[in-house]
């Protein structure tokens, strides 16, 4: 038979704790439970607390979830900018030696015009002992996606003009391709 009852206590002795700073509360809590019957393990669906009702969530919702593109996957870098992102990684408390060729991203969550925490995502090879893990068929090195949570920033490259002088350009750019094709006419 089935009853409902409070599991703080049980999450409790899980060890579930986070740190948070001492003027923030939580306010939600999404968990996904495996309950142990003795003979088998059962996954309930994820609960979110407090429970949501209807119309009570803003459509479009207000929180803007931001991917920033810090390499493309197949982005060729110059010696400066290799060295400027290696330098950012290593001060995220990651090794680049670890990090696989592909994209490198910032990914988090604006509220209004303050940012919720950043997290770089990227992929990460496998090391056992120190070393690349190969898969046993293809004997490509393994790799996974792994997220850090962003403590120091990039600065934008050098290179870059602003929005302004890129916007600039598109225009150009779209001026001569519209007077190219007028005079293929």
Known sequence: ???????????????LALDLEDDHRVVEATVTLVTDAGNYLQEHRPITLPVK????????????RRIITVLAEDQELSAEQRE?????????GIDPKH???GAITVEG???????????IGFRQFHLE??????????????????????????????AWEGW???HARVDQ???????QKAGNE
């Open 1 to 15: 038979m089935t009853q409902k009852r409070t599991i703080g206590s049980q999450l409790d002795d899980l060890g």
């Open 53 to 64: 009702e209807p119309g009570s969530v803003l459509v479009p919702h207000p929180v803007e």
């Open 84 to 92: 400027r992102v290696q330098t950012w990684l290593t001060e995220n």
């Open 99 to 101: 990090v696989a060729r």
């Open 109 to 119: 969550k604006m509220f209004g015009n303050r940012p919720g925490r950043q997290y």
């Open 129 to 158: 002992n120190g070393q690349k893990v190969h898969a046993q068929v293809s004997n490509d090195v393994v790799t996974f996606q792994r997220y850090v949570e962003q403590t120091v920033e990039l600065a934008p490259d050098p």
């Open 164 to 166: 302004e002088a890129a």
């Open 173 to 179: 750019i779209k001026h001569q391709n519209e007077g």
